[in-house]
């Protein structure tokens, strides 16, 4: 389940979901180089070589996730995928 977190840098509201500290799952609540200024910072210069936003991330973003899941505020869930031949 995606649970809502806001940037402690800008302020930006995300959704996030985490499977293991590596893994995150981030589901932005509008237009991401509108919302985050890191962000519309590198796109601006080019940074990512992709179209739009899609290679870019903000490490202060990042960051407060991480914070936030070392404080219990955001919970990481295991994932179960599905098994070829078998139903739930």
Not at 28 to 42: F, R, V, Y
């Amino acid at each position: 389940m995606m649970q809502p977190i806001d940037c402690h840098e800008c302020g930006t509201a995300v959704l996030v979901e985490k499977f293991s500290m590596p893994h995150t799952s981030v589901q932005w609540l509008g237009d991401t180089s509108a919302a985050c200024p890191k962000i519309a910072q590198a796109a601006a210069v080019g940074e990512g070589g992709l179209c739009g936003t899609t290679g870019l991330s903000c490490s202060t973003l990042r960051a407060t996730i991480d914070d936030a899941v070392r404080q219990g505020r955001i919970e990481i869930i295991s994932r179960v995928e599905p098994v070829l031949g078998q139903l739930g």
